[in-house]
């Protein structure tokens, strides 16, 4: 597909990167001509360096021969503006960032009168992801599928667990509840297990099931923690408004500490349910005095990936019983994934997941298309949810005579409302949709999981 992407920051470069990696024609515009040099240093793609607005610029870039145009750039205005202009110009599908709460409530009329394929908002989406690791706190990484019927639940196992020296052939029967392990990393290595597979100390383990079968798991497993009801966030930018609200919603308990004063009266004015501090988030002695020590779980949210992870780390040591921490720099998030920071929350993957599920089902003919897409495993694996058509390969056969790829699993099938954790009698239909996880990227449609004929 031949794509333009308006603005190379963070999301930007992120979209970059992966949509190159699986074969797609990138035009990256942006203004700063040193954003632009590196991304063509790095990735085989081409710039153009200009207001992406512009439809001199946008013309320069290809974008009325383009199949899709995605606005990433860090003002929402720009974005909607982009997005107008390339569908003038004839782009086939256009893809805006918008992040700003007043905008978001009024999305449905702007994709609407804007012509928006899709808009995303890196901060809503990261908020939610929070929300659902709080209701699970021993979990790392909580991903739903199927509209919530079905969640993918990484976490991993601590010294002592029963499930250290457990051969998964041996999984259901010991804990007699529909749970599938779907995915393990173990060191530097991630791969999709077969029955016998031995549980480790230390594997980091991606199951599915249904919530209610997730809690009544990590019940039986003895690493059930209560869900949180008092939570401590640092920083009060767009996540922490998002989150706070959701929480809040849920008769949770919220303090924030901002060292902004301006910002923490407009979050009064905006959150007057929620405790709203002015002061540095950093300094222990505050954190102290605010209850860090009684508190079920902090969130450190600051604009600065390092003061998050110091801040978590401080946490950890006081015992805070869950702590989550945003960090957008890739290369920081596998330094301090050794070191007791866990539970990761990075915005820009977020919104590049949601957006290449996008493409990827754009790219698809027939058959199925993918609704979903979480990269789990320390990214060593996918999970998609594929809906199935009509003309699909997988239809109507048995899973034990299905010709699977190595490295691919099926791991849920959701039917009429009902969530299966399929067997090899079981079958695929048209209509379901088809939770599949697999080491191989690049998978946008259901046939693919096929060995070639």
């Given at each position: 597909m031949d794509i333009v992407i308006v603005g190379d920051g963070k999301v930007g470069y992120t979209l970059t990167e992966r949509l190159s990696r699986e074969d797609h024609n990138i035009t990256v515009i942006d203004n700063h001509a040193h954003a632009l040099n590196n991304t063509m240093n790095l990735q085989d793609v081409s710039c153009v360096e200009g207001n992406?607005?512009?439809?001199?610029?946008?013309?320069?870039?290809?974008?009325?021969?383009?199949?899709?145009?995605i606005a990433a750039t860090s003002a929402d205005e720009i974005n909607m503006l982009c997005c107008m202009v390339a569908k003038k110009l004839g782009a086939k599908h256009t893809i805006a960032r918008v992040?700003?709460?007043?905008?978001?409530?009024?999305?449905?009329?702007?994709k609407d009168e804007l012509g928006l394929s899709m808009a995303v908002n890196p901060e809503q989406a990261a908020a939610s992801e929070i929300s659902r690791l709080l209701r699970f706190p021993s979990a790392i990484k909580v991903e739903p599928f199927a509209k919530g019927r079905i969640e993918l639940v990484e976490f991993k196992v601590r010294e002592g667990s029963p499930l250290h020296g457990m051969k998964l052939a041996d999984f259901y029967g010991h804990f007699k509840l529909k749970v599938l392990v779907c995915a393990a990393a173990r060191e530097d290595e991630v791969f999709i297990p077969k029955g016998n597979f031995v549980i480790q100390t230390g594997d980091k383990l991606s199951i599915l099931a249904t919530p209610a079968d997730v809690s009544a798991f990590f019940k039986a497993a003895g690493t059930f923690q209560?869900?949180?009801?008092?939570?401590?966030?640092?920083?009060?930018?767009?996540?922490?408004?998002?989150?706070?609200?959701?929480?809040?919603?849920?008769?949770?308990?919220?303090?924030i500490i901002e060292n902004d004063e301006a910002h923490c009266e407009r979050l009064c004015e905006l959150l007057p349910k929620a405790q709203i501090l002015h002061g540095d988030g950093t300094d222990h002695e505050l954190l102290h005095e605010e209850g860090l020590d009684n508190t079920d779980a902090l969130v450190a949210l600051t604009g600065i990936d390092e003061e998050n992870i110091i801040l978590s780390m401080y946490a950890n040591s006081r015992k805070v019983d869950k702590v989550i921490t945003k960090v957008n720099n890739s290369r920081l998030a596998e330094m301090v994934s050794n070191v007791g920071v866990e539970s990761l929350i990075s915005p820009k993957d977020i919104a590049a997941n949601r957006i290449i599920s996008y493409v990827r089902a754009m790219t698809n003919a027939t058959g199925s298309h993918v609704e979903t897409l979480h990269r789990i495993a320390d990214d060593g694996a996918e999970a998609l949810e594929f809906r199935v058509r009509e003309?699909?390969?997988?239809?109507?056969?048995?899973?034990?005579?299905?010709?699977?790829?190595?490295?691919?699993?099926?791991?849920?099938?959701?039917?009429?409302?009902?969530?299966?954790?399929?067997?090899?009698?079981?079958?695929?239909?048209?209509?379901?949709?088809?939770?599949?996880?697999?080491?191989?990227a690049g998978l946008e449609e259901l046939n693919r999981i096929l060995k070639e004929a």
């Amino acid at each position: 597909m031949d794509i333009v992407i308006v603005g190379d920051g963070k999301v930007g470069y992120t979209l970059t990167e992966r949509l190159s990696r699986e074969d797609h024609n990138i035009t990256v515009i942006d203004n700063h001509a040193h954003a632009l040099n590196n991304t063509m240093n790095l990735q085989d793609v081409s710039c153009v360096e200009g207001n992406g607005v512009s439809h001199i610029v946008q013309t320069e870039a290809g974008v009325p021969k383009a199949d899709l145009l995605i606005a990433a750039t860090s003002a929402d205005e720009i974005n909607m503006l982009c997005c107008m202009v390339a569908k003038k110009l004839g782009a086939k599908h256009t893809i805006a960032r918008v992040r700003n709460p007043e905008y978001q409530q009024q999305m449905f009329f702007l994709k609407d009168e804007l012509g928006l394929s899709m808009a995303v908002n890196p901060e809503q989406a990261a908020a939610s992801e929070i929300s659902r690791l709080l209701r699970f706190p021993s979990a790392i990484k909580v991903e739903p599928f199927a509209k919530g019927r079905i969640e993918l639940v990484e976490f991993k196992v601590r010294e002592g667990s029963p499930l250290h020296g457990m051969k998964l052939a041996d999984f259901y029967g010991h804990f007699k509840l529909k749970v599938l392990v779907c995915a393990a990393a173990r060191e530097d290595e991630v791969f999709i297990p077969k029955g016998n597979f031995v549980i480790q100390t230390g594997d980091k383990l991606s199951i599915l099931a249904t919530p209610a079968d997730v809690s009544a798991f990590f019940k039986a497993a003895g690493t059930f923690q209560r869900r949180a009801k008092d939570v401590m966030i640092v920083g009060g930018g767009r996540i922490a408004y998002y989150l706070t609200r959701q929480l809040i919603e849920t008769g949770i308990h919220v303090k924030i500490i901002e060292n902004d004063e301006a910002h923490c009266e407009r979050l009064c004015e905006l959150l007057p349910k929620a405790q709203i501090l002015h002061g540095d988030g950093t300094d222990h002695e505050l954190l102290h005095e605010e209850g860090l020590d009684n508190t079920d779980a902090l969130v450190a949210l600051t604009g600065i990936d390092e003061e998050n992870i110091i801040l978590s780390m401080y946490a950890n040591s006081r015992k805070v019983d869950k702590v989550i921490t945003k960090v957008n720099n890739s290369r920081l998030a596998e330094m301090v994934s050794n070191v007791g920071v866990e539970s990761l929350i990075s915005p820009k993957d977020i919104a590049a997941n949601r957006i290449i599920s996008y493409v990827r089902a754009m790219t698809n003919a027939t058959g199925s298309h993918v609704e979903t897409l979480h990269r789990i495993a320390d990214d060593g694996a996918e999970a998609l949810e594929f809906r199935v058509r009509e003309g699909s390969r997988c239809v109507g056969i048995p899973l034990k005579d299905l010709p699977i790829r190595d490295n691919v699993l099926i791991g849920a099938i959701i039917r009429g409302g009902s969530c299966i954790i399929p067997g090899g009698n079981d079958e695929i239909r048209v209509g379901d949709s088809v939770i599949v996880v697999t080491t191989i990227a690049g998978l946008e449609e259901l046939n693919r999981i096929l060995k070639e004929a």
